[in-house]
């Protein structure tokens, strides 16, 4: 049976994290294609018809599917659905949002950010904010699945110039349900914080809004992404967008600094498969000294100018 | 308007939880259970719209085993008006929960259904999008705000890039992230009041829904353990660790 991916896109851009998803098809096994949904997507077709594997490219360009709202984009998938013997997304809000409503819509489970591929119908998935690993199997005919995109390393564009076939999806759902009003989107040059190689996080000890300008400095100069704890977005330092954590992102970067971040368990969650993790804190007894490579016990206020300074 | 929410005992959210050595599953015996916070933000959300007269009943449903009811006890206590059990001590997966309260709210027609995002036991983050896809109503997912305007439903999203606003048709499913609201503590004389409040107990059977998985839990494992590393002096140090020890940055 055939595989369909999702493809994961923002600002006109497909994301990275379908390249990820696209090798844990490749794991599965079988003919791949990939369905992008949206308006005026016909760029990240192309760019989609690229990925090394991919058979064909499937496109459902109209109105009523911009910005990928839950019911229409749920309504086509079910239609396409019955060709495939596994449906496959990104583990990100979007697949979150679409792919529990696709399953529902066809009467089966889902699997919820898988890890591992063991088998056509068996997976290991994360579960207690990843204090456990579950290996599920799945005795459903249509298997739709989210993918943990760091799980899996990103497949590489083909090697032949032309890519996969694009064919055009005239079915348009109806959508009379939910109307876009309104998005804040944050506007950063830096890299994306699901694949940025180096991550630096804030936590409440950062203590205001403008104090997270420190680690900007030095993200800066690392090429880092800026992540935050939930007290810290809470508290209103940084947006939501930047939560790391059990309900926030999840980052596995080369390398990931933790200031002034205690290390409760929902964080830990979105953290630990980070290669080598550094933890700054004042308190040497923080539960983050005991999942970090390194450890600084200080002031943040002292070791962050330090620390730029130096690097 | 009627709002339905749904809860869900699950593990305290405080509590570092250990596999079985069998490792068929989680151990949780003897453990701390609790409401999960997401569910906990879905019934302050509801008690709030009553007072503020947006809403006129709250009632609160868990599908779940017979020491569930503690969990729906606290949600009266917090402000909900009723209450219904489906009782069941088989492993409910998402999609059963979802077909159970698919019937309740068939039952029940309320104007807006309120859902924790995700329980955080299993993580799983899709009961209010399938019960949005079973009753065939708009669902409005990981909601930091919400407001009920001439008859439409506003609820601000909270997505990887950002905030997304939408407009919903009523009724609508909701699900709530961390930052709706801030629940507040049962008082008291709330949590006596809300023993006597009613609580119906109802059977997946009398409901005519099929609860049984066809997702199989093989195995559970604890995770790969991180060893704890080492300290360093001072930043010189750090930057020379990174540097020559662990080669992540140059
Ligand atoms: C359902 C649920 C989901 C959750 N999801 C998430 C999630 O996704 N992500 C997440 O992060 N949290 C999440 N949490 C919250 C989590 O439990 C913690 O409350 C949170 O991570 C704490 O953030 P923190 O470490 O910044 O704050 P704190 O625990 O308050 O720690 C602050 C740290 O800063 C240190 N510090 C203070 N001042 C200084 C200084 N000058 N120099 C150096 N160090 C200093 C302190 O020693 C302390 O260790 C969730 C909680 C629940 C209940
Ligand atoms: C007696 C019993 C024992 C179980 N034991 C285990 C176990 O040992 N290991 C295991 O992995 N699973 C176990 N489960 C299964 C687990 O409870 C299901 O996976 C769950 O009911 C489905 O929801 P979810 O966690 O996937 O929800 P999510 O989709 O993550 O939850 C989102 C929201 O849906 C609502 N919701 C979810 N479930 C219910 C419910 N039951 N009642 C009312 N609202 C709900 C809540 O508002 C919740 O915030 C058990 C279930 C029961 C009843």
């Given at each position: 049976m055939s595989i369909l991916v999702l493809a994961e896109h923002h600002n006109g851009v497909l994301a990275d994290a379908t390249a990820h998803v696209v090798a844990a098809a490749r794991q599965i096994g079988g003919e791949l294609h990939v369905l992008v949904v949206g308006e005026g997507v016909a760029a990240i077709a192309e760019a989609a018809s690229k990925?090394?594997?991919v058979g064909?490219?499937?496109?459902?360009?109209?109105?009523?599917?911009?910005?990928?709202?839950?019911?229409p984009t749920a309504a086509l998938m079910a239609q396409l659905a019955d060709d495939y013997g596994h449906v496959l997304a990104a583990a990100s809000t979007t697949g979150k949002n679409v792919l529990p409503r696709l399953a529902a819509l066809k009467g089966v489970g889902q699997i919820s950010e898988i890890i591992a591929v063991q088998g056509v119908d068996t997976f290991k998935r994360p579960i207690y904010a990843g204090n456990a690993i579950a290996t599920v199997q799945s005795e459903d005919t249509l298997k739709v699945i989210t993918v943990r995109a760091t799980a899996f390393d990103a497949v590489a564009a083909t090697q032949s110039d032309d890519g996969a076939a694009i064919e055009a999806i005239d079915f348009v759902a109806d959508n009379d349900q939910s109307t876009f009003i309104e998005e804040q989107l944050a506007e950063s040059d830096r890299p994306e914080l699901g694949s940025a190689k180096v991550v630096i996080s804030g936590g409440r000890g950062m203590g205001s809004r403008e104090n997270f300008q420190l680690l900007e400095r030095i993200a800066d100069k690392l090429g880092a992404a800026i992540g935050a704890s939930r007290a810290a977005v809470d508290a209103g330092f940084a947006p939501n967008d930047m939560q790391v954590g059990q309900t926030g992102k999840i980052v596995a970067p080369e390398l990931y600094i933790a200031v002034g971040i205690s290390g409760a368990i929902q964080h830990l969650a979105g953290m630990k498969d980070a290669k080598v993790i550094v933890a700054i804190n004042k308190d040497e007894d923080a539960p983050i000294f005991q999942v970090a490579d390194y450890g600084l016990v200080a002031d943040l206020f002292e070791a962050?100018?330090?620390?730029?300074?130096?690097l | 308007m009627k709002v339905l929410v749904a809860i869900k005992r699950v593990i305290d959210y405080n509590v570092k939880i250990r596999v079985k050595s069998d490792h068929s599953d989680v151990d949780l015996t003897n453990v701390k259970m609790a409401m999960n916070p997401f569910c906990e933000i879905a019934v302050e959300e509801a008690v709030r719209l009553k007072e503020k007269g947006v809403a006129t009943e709250v009632v609160v449903v868990t599908i779940g085993p017979k020491a569930a009811q503690e969990q729906l006890r606290t949600a009266l206590a917090l402000g909900a008006d009723r209450a219904i059990h489906v009782e069941t001590d088989l492993r409910v997966e998402s999609l059963g929960a979802a077909r159970a309260l698919a019937k309740i709210v068939e039952e029940q027609q309320p104007g807006l259904v309120i859902l924790g995002k995700q329980a955080i036991d299993t993580d799983n983050n899709q009961t209010g999008q399938m019960l949005a896809a079973l009753t065939g109503l708009p669902q409005g997912t990981?909601?930091?705000?919400?407001a009920v305007e001439d008859g439409r439903l506003r609820v601000t999203r909270e997505i990887d890039g950002g905030l997304e606003t939408l407009e919903l048709t009523l009724p609508a499913i909701v699900t709530t992230d961390l930052r709706l609201n801030e629940p507040r503590y049962a008082k008291l004389p709330d949590i006596m009041k809300a023993k006597k409040k009613p609580l119906e107990v109802r059977t997946p059977a009398d409901l005519g829904v099929e609860l049984a998985s066809r997702i199989k839990l093989l195995k559970v494992e604890p995770p790969a353990e991180r060893q704890a590393g080492i300290k360093v002096g001072s930043v010189d140090e750090l930057i020379d660790k990174l540097k020559n020890e662990a080669k992540v940055i140059s």
């Open positions: 990925l090394d594997g064909r490219v499937l496109v459902a360009d109209h109105a009523n599917y911009a910005h990928l709202l839950a019911e962050l100018p330090a620390l730029e300074r130096q | 990981f909601a930091s705000e919400v």
